[in-house]
């Protein structure tokens, strides 16, 4: 027997390096693992140890014989990534893990941002020697997107905040939660405190469709709405109009299929998730019957992962409609599929679509709609958001990466609410250069440079604000990594300067500028409130959604 990869895989890698046959692909140092949705084992070479189950974070990887029926096709989507890329095993011994050689002293890290990319960076930092961490987030709670992007009944996926909760509880790593850069501390400030500072604060903003009407009542971009329905305080108070029988979402990746999920999905389902309360209470009365997904290009340039494209088959009391003249690929487009270039991934999206085309609609039944090759060029309403006008567009030029070109061929789709999902983007950090055509830091290497391309010393990145924002939870562990390599080379090469203040007197200067922060403490009183109050309720946890209710409940503590 051997050990299955399935849906919730997050790229995190861990697994590999536990393989004792080399069996798990793609691994970091390959080609395809940049883009790859998720990692495979070959059957054939497993030999069913179990070394990847135990050390995967969010219970993606089952016993073969142990797979739950709705998941057993991942049998096959396993061995067929082998049978398109055959196993040639390594079995030369890994790298040594860097170490920091002890006549240097401790090295103080501070980290901007609390998010996957972060921890990621703090926990490498911890197993390198001696390493004294302070972690700052402007929000009451850690895990950034872990916590307030991940859908919520993708509850597994969260699990790797558990494996980071338990390598944060040494006081060689310190919280300051309820504290932002730039208003409690300046960015100078910080830097004066610390060896290296490594900025990982994601991407918070999105990107606009620049198009009429976009700022009319009920067009909202996919940031506001995820963040509402999973609880974070800065969105608990927005409102969101449901009274309608049909929603447009512009944007087809993974995000956009979160959302359509959210919308479609009998609120009793997501009363056993941890979504937020409120937002539970607003889908309760929704009257949303159909989700209608615009993609720019066609089904092979969708962004969304084949895993969770194929999940939505599984949605109870929901069809999920394509057009079949969408699945039938021209020679051009066949022939890129067949190709070494194409990744396995989009066979499985293909071979989904297929099977959703030919499915014939049920009565009573929500729908997820995609349409393909459509962008939208007027939202349009007097008082708020009735229609969304669409063209048509034809795709030029090589079919792995074509332009979408618009047609005469025009539609209108009447919708109470459209969601654009087009993309996050970083924002400015005040005192440090902005790349503001791809919205983030420029860096080399997780070193931030500046406008004449120059290492600013003692600055680094990590994540989507170093990167962009693609990728998912476990691909900020091969991200950080880079980072913190950067700033070991740089601390053994003397280039980093020593911290001013220690430690007692950046927690004596946060707690004055800031009485209300929070540390890990106080963190821990919260997370053991929500998730009694969860267990009560026969859910994973309550949330509290707003800062009044976070600091009430940690001061109780």
Known sequence: MAYVITQRCCNDASCVA???????????????????????????????????????????????????????GFRAVNAGYFERHPLEPDMSPPAPVQRLPKDLGTLRVAIVGTGPAACYAAEQLMGIGSVEVEMFDRLPTPWGLARYGVAPDHAQTRGVTEMFAAAFKRDSLQMYLNTEIGTHLTHTELRE?????????????????????????????ATEFVAWYNGNPDYADREFDLSGERAVIVGNGNVALDIARVLTMEPDELARTDIADHALAALRRSAIREVVILGRRGLLQAAYSAPEFRALGRLDGVDIVVDPADVMLDEAGQTFLDGPDSAYELGLK??????????????????????????????????????VRCVRNELTGPAGSPSARPTSDHSVIDASLVLRAVGYRGQQIPGLPFDEQRGVLPTESGRVIDTSGAPIPGVYAAGWIKRGPRGVIGSNRADAAETVTAILDDFRSGALIAPLRDRTALSELVRERQPDMLDRTAWQAVDRAERAAGAAAGRPRVKLATVEQLLATARKG
Not at 30 to 36: E, L, R, S, V, Y
Not at 194 to 221: K, M, T
């Open 193 to 221: 405190s610390a060896h290296a500072v490594i900025y990982a604060v994601g991407a918070p903003s999105d990107r606009r469709l620049d198009i009429p009407g976009e700022d009319l009542p009920g067009s909202h971009s």
């Open 18 to 72: 536990e393989c004792p046959v080399d069996c798990i692909r793609p691994r970091p140092e390959d080609p395809q693992f940049a883009t790859a949705e998720m990692l495979y084992i070959d059957p054939d070479t497993c030999i069913d140890c179990g070394a990847c189950y135990e050390a995967c974070p969010v219970d993606a990887i089952y016993a073969e014989e142990d797979l739950p029926p709705h998941l057993d």
């Open 350 to 387: 293909i071979t989904a679509a297929g099977e959703y085309a030919a499915r014939p609609p049920r009565e009573g039944h929500k729908r997820i709609r995609f349409r393909y090759c459509v962008s939208p060029t007027e939202i349009t309403g007097d008082d708020r958001v009735r229609a």
